[in-house]
């Protein structure tokens, strides 16, 4: 079963997010191929529990980051 087969979480949290973000960068330099940077970590965050909190944000941009990189481990 190759990488891009495996069923790859969804970021629900920053430690999750990390170690997708990790793994996915382990296989890619296995494979020996370059991926586009993953989205920054924000740093904006009032930690309030906003309605679209910039969190929410970067973990949607993060499963999309992981969505794209799949594709090119395929």
Avoid: H
């Avoid at 370059?34 to 993060?62: K, Q, S």
């Amino acid at each position: 079963m190759s990488f891009a087969d495996k069923d790859l979480p969804v970021p629900v949290d920053l430690a999750s997010a990390q170690a997708l973000i990790a793994a996915v960068q382990l296989e890619a330099a296995a494979q020996r191929l370059a991926l586009r940077v993953p989205p920054p970590e924000p740093t904006t965050c009032c930690g309030r529990g906003c309605n679209g909190c910039v969190w929410e944000g970067w973990l949607a941009a993060v499963a999309y980051w992981r969505d794209e990189a799949t594709l090119l481990l395929a």
